[in-house]
């Protein structure tokens, strides 16, 4: 048993198939076979399965690569010691996130870190949020999105450093008869026409819930799922639309104005997701107190159209972090 043959097998867990584990490590896919198969010879029970045209890791498997992801965190720990004063600090960190997270911090990260921070890479990746975890593979630092009702991120295979919890709002043009109320209930806003996302997505689910307190179905004028394009057409119309109080102010000019939603505690929570190992690395730890910071300043005090109020509190990164 070899690391690098460990490292294929979590891999493989994360990423879901030997074509996109190839990808990633820059080897073929015959080569990632191959090791799979020296690595199953130390073993009776079978570590991986066929599911149709894929190649899952079974139980058994996923143990060994639960422990694969220990091991690589216990030897970056080792070696951050002997290197304490050694880290690279011109390695690019990668940092991914979702496309509203984008367009609000990625500039700000650039311009407030003032020469302190290593270079920073930006990749926008807005993917389902099963798929956020499955990122750290190929980006040091991911910025995810969750919804509290949903499963937790796996915590035996990424870190998470919470950000904030970002209300959703109802979105209307500040001339609409309904913004002249501080709060929305769903028994006055469900018989106007709506702009949401696609069905399946968020904020689509959220107006599922409205109606279902409402007890009666929207009428959807418009499915988008990006939320500047979204508060365009709100913008441009008597839509109403679902919008994240913070990150979609960026992308919204004075017509449209936010409005919580009265007995509905909708919202997203921001995640920071890591691998555990990277967790061992200077520059990482930085760029992640970076963002923490970044964040802040982005929640700390919310603009409305009568003045400014506080907001979250935030938690504090793990331990190790």
Not at 45 to 55: D, F, I, M, Q, W
Not at 71 to 78: G, I
Not at 223 to 232: E, F, H, K, P, Q
Not at 264 to 290: C, K, M, T, Y
């Amino acid at each position: 048993m070899e690391l690098h043959q460990l490292r294929i097998l979590r891999e493989l867990g994360d990423l879901g198939s030997v074509n996109a584990v190839a990808k990633a490590l820059y080897v073929s896919p015959s080569a990632v076979s191959q090791h799979l198969a020296a690595l199953q010879r130390g073993f009776d029970a079978p570590l991986t399965r066929k599911e149709g045209r894929s190649l899952v890791l079974t139980p058994q498997g996923q143990l060994l690569a639960t422990a694969a992801a220990a091991v690589a965190s216990t030897l970056a720990e080792a070696t951050s010691k002997i290197h304490a004063h050694e880290q690279a600090v011109d390695t690019p960190i990668r940092v991914a996130g979702f496309h509203s997270i984008g367009q609000t911090i990625f500039a700000p990260l650039l311009t407030t870190s003032d020469g302190q921070l290593p270079p920073l890479r930006f990749f926008d990746e807005d993917v389902s949020q099963q798929d956020f975890p499955s990122l750290t593979s190929s980006y040091d630092l991911v910025l995810a999105h969750r919804m509290p009702h949903t499963a937790p991120w796996p915590s035996d295979r990424v870190s998470v450093v919470p950000l904030a919890f970002e209300p959703l709002d109802i979105a209307l043009h500040r001339d609409h008869p309904l913004a002249r109320f501080e709060k929305l209930t769903p028994t006055q806003v469900i018989d106007e026409p709506w702009v949401v996302s696609k069905a399946g997505y968020s904020p689509a689910d959220v107006l599922e819930t409205i109606a279902a307190l409402a007890g009666s179905a929207p009428q959807v004028e418009h499915r988008v799922n990006d939320y500047a394009t979204a508060g365009a057409l709100v913008q441009a119309s008597n839509c109403l639309g679902i919008l994240p109080r913070f990150t979609a102010r960026k992308s919204l000019d004075d017509s449209v104005t936010l409005r919580p939603i009265h007995g509905l505690n909708s919202g997203r929570q921001i995640d920071l997701l890591v691998r555990a190992e990277h967790l061992h690395r200077r520059p990482i730890n930085e760029v992640i107190h970076a963002i923490r910071r970044t964040v802040r300043r982005l929640v700390g005090t919310e603009h409305t159209g009568e003045g400014t109020t506080s907001t979250h509190a935030f938690p504090g990164p793990p331990a190790d972090a």
